[in-house]
């Protein structure tokens, strides 16, 4: 008889078949137990009889000892499999059901062994193989347990109910500490919780949460195997977004230094969207007040990403704060002011920030030219 072992790695919950009605007479009868690797009975699995010359098929279920009957088997060879979850982890083929009574167990701790020492390993080896197994059992019932969880937490989450998304999150954390995606998606809870707080101190103690298991998330997807690191494209893109999320936090408790080498990581690890984390730069940059950085890190982005409207706005919006007065006391805007802002409005002539742009060329005596109209002169202040 050819046996077969195969490790589930993922659990689905299916429906069991039910087993077929007894039919007639001179029929056979089967029976026997089902054990896993670890000597444990094997409830709720189903054992499917495959009647190779008949092309009948019956599924008999194991109850909650482990155990299948059935008195109505038309007798022939059978190839038999045992499944669990809709998954089969083992097979026998070519299994004689006769008028007599068939007992066909299912151990298969006794059948990794024998299957072992078929392949002429060792007793250590079988012991490791064995422990292995187990292994990947346990991480199986974590990774499922750690799914719900997250589960959990994204709908609480999406509802803005962020603590209920941290308790879980924690939970999480706790289960399994060594997994950086639990801590950045704690962080990011933490992150979003603390614009709602209305006490500045759980506040700015939501934000310093969140920074600290940013960072665990980062220091544990930096210590991944190497090798791990080459077999996952995406490995530095989402290195990267842990860097993002944590400027972002940084930026927020009023870190802006720390907030803007952050960003600078994120784009190293990510260039294709170094426009984007630029483009924070200079948000960071113009928030805090620093126009000349704010100005520098928006024409970066313009360099890399020419239709990005809104990166010429907010370069307008900067070189504007180094407005000047002449001597009759009118209003002389840096060299570039205008054009940032019509660029704007020639990418964007309905965007978001349209009439800003319209008041803010009014206030500098500036026309309004784009290519999507003709120039329309703007009163002066």
């Not at 077969?4 to 007479?25: D, E, H, N, Y």
């Not at 009957?69 to 998954?87: A, C, E, H, Q, W």
């Not at 639990?182 to 707080?197: G, I, T």
């Not at 927020?252 to 924070?280: C, I, R, T, W």
Request: glycine share 6%; aromatic share 8%; net charge neutral.
């Amino acid at each position: 008889m050819k046996k077969q072992f195969i490790i589930s790695l993922l659990i689905v919950l299916v429906i069991g078949l039910c087993t077929p009605r007894v039919f007639a007479q001179a029929m056979g009868t089967v029976k026997g137990i089902c054990k896993d690797v670890e000597g444990n009975i094997i409830p709720q699995a189903v054992v499917e009889w495959n009647g190779i010359e008949t092309g009948r098929k019956y599924n008999l279920k194991t109850n909650n000892k482990g155990e299948y009957f059935s008195l109505g088997i038309t007798p022939g060879k059978y190839n038999v499999r045992l499944l669990k979850d809709g998954k089969e982890i083992w097979h026998i083929n070519n299994v004689t059901v006769g008028a007599d009574e068939v007992t066909l167990d299912f151990d298969l701790k006794k059948e990794q062994a024998n299957s072992a020492a078929g392949s002429g390993m060792n007793a250590e080896q079988v012991k490791a193989a064995q422990a292995q197994q187990a292994a990947v059992a346990k991480e199986n019932t974590t990774i499922k347990a750690l799914n719900e969880k997250l589960q959990v937490a994204k709908t609480a989450g999406d509802t803005g109910d962020f603590d209920t998304a941290i308790k879980t999150m924690t939970e999480a954390t706790e289960m399994d500490p060594s997994r950086d995606l639990l801590w950045f998606n704690l962080a990011n809870y933490y992150r979003l919780s603390a614009p709602k707080q209305t006490d500045p101190a759980e506040k700015q103690k939501r934000f310093e949460m969140a920074m600290t298991n940013y960072q665990k998330a980062i220091d544990l997807k930096k210590g991944t195997d190497p090798a791990a690191q080459q077999k996952d494209a995406a490995f530095n893109t989402n290195l990267a977004a842990y860097y993002n999320n944590l400027a972002d936090a940084l930026h927020k408790s009023g870190k802006n230094d720390d907030a803007v080498k952050a960003y600078e990581q994120a784009m190293a690890l990510d260039p294709q969207h170094s426009a984007s984390y630029e483009f924070n730069i200079g948000a960071v940059y113009t928030n805090a007040g620093k126009v000349d950085d704010a100005i520098a890190a928006f024409d970066k982005v313009i360099a890399a990403d020419p239709s990005r409207a809104d990166a010429y706005y907010w370069k307008g919006v900067n070189l504007i704060g180094k407005e000047t007065m002449d001597k009759d006391n009118k209003v002389v805007a840096p060299p570039g002011t205008a054009e940032a802002f019509q660029k704007y409005l020639e990418l964007q002539p309905t965007g978001p920030f349209a009439e800003p742009a319209k008041q803010m060329l009014a206030s500098i005596g500036a026309s309004i030219e784009t290519s999507y109209g003709t120039k329309k002169k703007t009163t002066k202040k």
